[in-house]
């Protein structure tokens, strides 16, 4: 069972990118799959989730309008989309997934870096 997450780098403010979270081991479609993240000195906090079930999705105020989350399960892969981004959007960002039964499992986490 493994969560393998990229697509972090360093960026413009203004600038995107998008992340990626692949499922190894188990298949996303039973699981709510979470993106997470922690600045230095900060505590990790929510970013958005989607329910692999019906496709429903969450996000953070502080996010909302920016990014978009989404799921291939043809691929077991699930998607952050992080347009307009700010400094203040500099962390490590993670995935998770649960579901009653079983998790949460954590992805080893991606740098993302907005800096001019």
């Known amino acids: 069972v493994q969560l393998q997450a990229s697509g972090g780098g360093l960026v413009q403010p203004g600038g995107s990118l998008r992340l990626s979270c692949v499922a190894s081991?188990?298949?996303?479609?039973?699981?709510?799959i979470g993106w997470f993240r922690q600045a230095p000195g900060k505590e990790r906090e929510g970013v958005s989730c989607?329910?692999?079930?019906?496709?429903?999705?969450y996000y953070a105020d502080s996010v909302k309008g920016r990014f978009t989350i989404s799921g291939d399960n043809a691929k077991n892969t699930v998607y952050l989309q992080m347009n307009s981004l700010k400094p203040e959007d500099t962390a490590v960002y993670y995935c998770?997934?649960?579901?009653?039964?079983?998790?949460?499992?954590w992805g080893q986490g991606t740098q993302v870096t907005v800096s001019s």
């Open positions: 998770n997934a649960q579901n009653p039964w079983y998790g949460p499992y």
């Open positions: 081991g188990f298949t996303l479609d039973y699981y709510a």
């Open positions: 989607i329910s692999g079930t019906d496709g429903s999705s």
